[in-house]
Protein backbone atom coordinates (compact mmCIF):
# COMPACT_ATOMS: atom_id res chain seq x y z
CA UNK A 1 0.00 0.00 0.00
CA UNK A 2 1.56 3.13 -0.71
CA UNK A 3 2.08 6.05 1.95
CA UNK A 4 -0.56 8.48 2.73
CA UNK A 5 0.88 12.37 2.68
CA UNK A 6 -1.02 15.10 3.55
CA UNK A 7 0.31 18.88 2.11
CA UNK A 8 -0.40 21.97 4.18
CA UNK A 9 0.57 24.80 1.91
CA UNK A 10 -1.33 28.04 0.93
CA UNK A 11 0.21 28.70 -2.16
CA UNK A 12 -2.19 27.49 -5.00
CA UNK A 13 0.33 26.84 -7.84
CA UNK A 14 2.54 24.76 -5.43
CA UNK A 15 -0.07 23.09 -3.78
CA UNK A 16 -0.97 21.56 -7.29
CA UNK A 17 2.64 21.03 -7.90
CA UNK A 18 3.36 19.00 -5.45
CA UNK A 19 0.13 16.98 -5.41
CA UNK A 20 0.86 16.04 -8.69
CA UNK A 21 3.98 15.15 -8.12
CA UNK A 22 3.24 13.42 -5.37
CA UNK A 23 0.67 11.37 -6.95
CA UNK A 24 3.31 10.34 -10.07
CA UNK A 25 5.79 9.14 -7.34
CA UNK A 26 3.11 6.68 -6.40
CA UNK A 27 2.21 8.47 -3.13
CA UNK A 28 -1.47 9.03 -2.03
CA UNK A 29 -2.03 12.79 -1.52
CA UNK A 30 -4.23 15.20 0.72
CA UNK A 31 -3.91 18.86 1.17
CA UNK A 32 -5.57 21.49 2.99
CA UNK A 33 -4.65 25.54 2.76
CA UNK A 34 -4.65 26.68 6.09
CA UNK A 35 -3.34 25.17 9.49
CA UNK A 36 -7.02 24.45 11.44
CA UNK A 37 -8.24 22.27 8.13
CA UNK A 38 -4.36 20.69 8.12
CA UNK A 39 -4.77 19.79 12.35
CA UNK A 40 -8.28 18.19 11.88
CA UNK A 41 -7.25 16.28 8.77
CA UNK A 42 -4.11 15.46 10.35
CA UNK A 43 -5.96 14.10 13.59
CA UNK A 44 -8.87 12.09 11.19
CA UNK A 45 -7.13 10.52 8.96
CA UNK A 46 -3.41 9.38 10.47
CA UNK A 47 -1.47 9.81 7.02
CA UNK A 48 1.79 8.74 6.64
CA UNK A 49 3.85 11.90 6.31
CA UNK A 50 2.77 15.51 6.84
CA UNK A 51 4.88 18.39 4.50
CA UNK A 52 3.88 21.88 5.89
CA UNK A 53 4.35 25.29 4.87
CA UNK A 54 4.80 28.14 7.83
CA UNK A 55 3.23 30.99 6.63
CA UNK A 56 -0.35 29.89 7.10
CA UNK A 57 -3.84 31.27 7.24
CA UNK A 58 -5.71 30.61 10.35
CA UNK A 59 -3.10 28.71 12.06
CA UNK A 60 0.45 28.90 11.35
CA UNK A 61 2.69 25.85 10.82
CA UNK A 62 4.40 26.57 14.03
CA UNK A 63 1.37 26.38 16.18
CA UNK A 64 0.02 23.07 13.82
CA UNK A 65 2.87 21.30 14.53
CA UNK A 66 2.46 21.74 18.51
CA UNK A 67 -0.82 21.10 18.44
CA UNK A 68 -0.37 17.33 16.57
CA UNK A 69 2.69 17.02 18.62
CA UNK A 70 0.75 16.17 21.63
CA UNK A 71 -1.04 13.70 20.44
CA UNK A 72 1.04 12.17 17.79
CA UNK A 73 4.91 12.36 18.45
CA UNK A 74 5.71 10.05 15.94
CA UNK A 75 4.35 11.35 12.65
CA UNK A 76 7.16 11.87 10.19
CA UNK A 77 7.15 16.12 9.57
CA UNK A 78 8.80 17.74 6.61
CA UNK A 79 8.82 21.38 6.98
CA UNK A 80 8.48 23.59 3.38
CA UNK A 81 8.78 27.62 4.04
CA UNK A 82 10.26 30.39 2.68
CA UNK A 83 11.32 31.31 5.74
CA UNK A 84 15.12 30.20 5.83
CA UNK A 85 16.36 32.18 8.89
CA UNK A 86 18.12 29.59 11.69
CA UNK A 87 15.62 30.68 14.44
CA UNK A 88 12.79 29.56 12.27
CA UNK A 89 14.79 26.30 11.74
CA UNK A 90 15.50 25.93 14.97
CA UNK A 91 11.88 26.67 16.05
CA UNK A 92 10.79 24.16 13.67
CA UNK A 93 13.02 21.35 14.34
CA UNK A 94 12.56 22.42 17.84
CA UNK A 95 8.94 21.33 18.09
CA UNK A 96 9.69 17.87 16.24
CA UNK A 97 9.97 18.15 12.63
CA UNK A 98 12.40 15.21 10.99
CA UNK A 99 13.45 17.92 8.31
CA UNK A 100 13.20 21.68 6.65
CA UNK A 101 13.19 22.25 3.54
CA UNK A 102 13.91 26.14 2.16
CA UNK A 103 11.77 27.67 -0.78
CA UNK A 104 12.36 27.81 -3.64
CA UNK A 105 13.31 24.28 -3.47
CA UNK A 106 14.53 21.50 -5.67
CA UNK A 107 11.76 18.88 -6.54
CA UNK A 108 14.33 15.97 -6.59
CA UNK A 109 15.80 17.37 -3.08
CA UNK A 110 12.19 17.38 -1.31
CA UNK A 111 11.69 13.60 -2.51
CA UNK A 112 14.70 12.56 -1.49
CA UNK A 113 14.08 14.14 1.86
CA UNK A 114 10.69 12.73 2.14
CA UNK A 115 11.65 9.40 1.27
CA UNK A 116 14.40 9.54 3.91
CA UNK A 117 11.89 10.77 6.37
CA UNK A 118 9.17 8.12 5.79
CA UNK A 119 12.67 5.15 5.87
CA UNK A 120 13.05 6.41 9.73
CA UNK A 121 11.79 3.59 11.89
CA UNK A 122 9.03 4.57 14.09
CA UNK A 123 7.07 3.97 17.42
CA UNK A 124 4.19 5.16 14.93
CA UNK A 125 3.67 2.04 12.99
CA UNK A 126 3.29 0.02 16.25
CA UNK A 127 -0.45 -1.29 17.41
CA UNK A 128 -1.96 -1.15 20.76
CA UNK A 129 -1.86 1.86 23.49
CA UNK A 130 1.98 1.69 23.76
CA UNK A 131 2.61 3.42 21.22
CA UNK A 132 1.81 6.75 22.73
CA UNK A 133 3.96 5.56 26.47
CA UNK A 134 6.73 6.94 27.75
CA UNK A 135 8.36 5.45 31.28
CA UNK A 136 11.69 6.58 32.92
CA UNK A 137 12.32 5.99 36.35
CA UNK A 138 8.77 5.53 38.68
CA UNK A 139 7.23 7.50 35.98
CA UNK A 140 4.76 6.81 33.20
CA UNK A 141 3.66 9.45 30.41
CA UNK A 142 0.70 9.00 28.19
CA UNK A 143 1.41 11.73 25.67
CA UNK A 144 -2.32 10.08 23.48
CA UNK A 145 -4.25 10.74 27.33
CA UNK A 146 -2.45 13.30 28.78
CA UNK A 147 -1.32 11.51 31.54
CA UNK A 148 1.46 11.62 34.17
CA UNK A 149 1.04 8.64 37.09
CA UNK A 150 4.45 8.32 39.01
CA UNK A 151 4.88 4.68 41.16
CA UNK A 152 1.51 3.73 39.58
CA UNK A 153 -0.47 7.10 41.55
CA UNK A 154 -1.82 9.88 39.13
CA UNK A 155 -0.58 13.45 39.00
CA UNK A 156 -2.00 16.45 37.99
CA UNK A 157 -0.29 19.01 35.93
CA UNK A 158 -1.45 21.62 34.38
CA UNK A 159 -2.20 22.19 30.41
CA UNK A 160 1.73 23.91 30.09
CA UNK A 161 3.29 21.28 32.56
CA UNK A 162 2.05 18.83 30.99
CA UNK A 163 2.96 20.40 27.02
CA UNK A 164 6.92 20.82 28.66
CA UNK A 165 7.19 16.90 30.00
CA UNK A 166 5.71 15.49 26.80
CA UNK A 167 8.21 18.25 24.62
CA UNK A 168 11.01 16.54 27.10
CA UNK A 169 9.99 13.16 26.45
CA UNK A 170 9.66 13.22 22.95
CA UNK A 171 13.36 14.69 22.21
CA UNK A 172 15.78 12.60 24.55
CA UNK A 173 19.46 13.57 25.24
CA UNK A 174 19.11 16.48 23.35
CA UNK A 175 20.12 19.99 25.37
CA UNK A 176 17.75 22.80 24.91
CA UNK A 177 18.70 26.46 25.56
CA UNK A 178 15.45 27.95 27.33
CA UNK A 179 14.64 30.09 24.17
CA UNK A 180 13.91 27.01 22.23
CA UNK A 181 11.87 25.65 25.05
CA UNK A 182 10.21 28.93 25.06
CA UNK A 183 9.33 28.71 21.57
CA UNK A 184 8.58 25.25 21.52
CA UNK A 185 6.16 25.04 24.32
CA UNK A 186 4.68 28.53 24.93
CA UNK A 187 4.82 29.86 21.10
CA UNK A 188 6.66 32.93 18.91
CA UNK A 189 4.07 34.93 20.77
CA UNK A 190 4.70 34.02 24.28
CA UNK A 191 5.39 37.70 26.18
CA UNK A 192 7.04 36.54 29.65
CA UNK A 193 11.29 35.51 29.89
CA UNK A 194 12.97 32.63 29.45
CA UNK A 195 13.33 32.16 32.78
CA UNK A 196 9.85 30.65 33.27
CA UNK A 197 11.15 27.88 32.20
CA UNK A 198 13.42 27.69 35.08
CA UNK A 199 10.40 27.63 37.35
CA UNK A 200 8.73 24.90 35.17
CA UNK A 201 11.27 22.70 35.51
CA UNK A 202 11.55 23.09 39.04
CA UNK A 203 7.39 22.21 39.25
CA UNK A 204 8.01 19.28 37.00
CA UNK A 205 10.83 17.78 38.98
CA UNK A 206 8.78 18.15 42.37
CA UNK A 207 6.07 16.05 40.46
CA UNK A 208 8.11 13.62 39.07
CA UNK A 209 10.07 13.28 41.96
CA UNK A 210 13.43 14.13 40.42
CA UNK A 211 15.97 15.67 43.15
CA UNK A 212 16.51 19.33 42.18
CA UNK A 213 20.40 18.77 43.52
CA UNK A 214 21.15 15.98 41.51
CA UNK A 215 18.56 15.72 38.88
CA UNK A 216 18.21 12.35 37.12
CA UNK A 217 15.68 13.35 34.45
CA UNK A 218 15.73 16.98 33.95
CA UNK A 219 19.04 17.59 33.93
CA UNK A 220 20.67 21.16 34.19
CA UNK A 221 23.13 21.80 31.12
CA UNK A 222 25.67 24.57 32.43
CA UNK A 223 25.48 27.58 29.78
CA UNK A 224 22.56 25.49 27.70
CA UNK A 225 19.54 24.94 29.32
CA UNK A 226 18.19 21.40 30.03
CA UNK A 227 18.20 18.14 28.81
CA UNK A 228 16.27 15.35 29.16
CA UNK A 229 17.60 11.95 29.89
CA UNK A 230 15.11 8.47 30.44
CA UNK A 231 17.75 6.46 31.91
CA UNK A 232 19.72 7.59 34.89
Request: hydrophobic share 40%; no cysteine.
Amino acid sequence: MSERILVVEDDPSILRGLQLNLTMEGYRVRSAMDGETGLRLARSERPDLLVVDLTLPRMDGLALIRELRKTDPDLPIVILSARGHESDKVAGLGLGADDYVVKPFSLKELLARIGAALRRPRARGETGPGRSLRRFGAAEVDLQARRLTVGGQEVELTQREFDLLAFFVTHPGRAFRREELVRAVWGSSYEGTARTVDNFVARLRAHIGDDPDHPRHLETVRGVGYRFTPGG
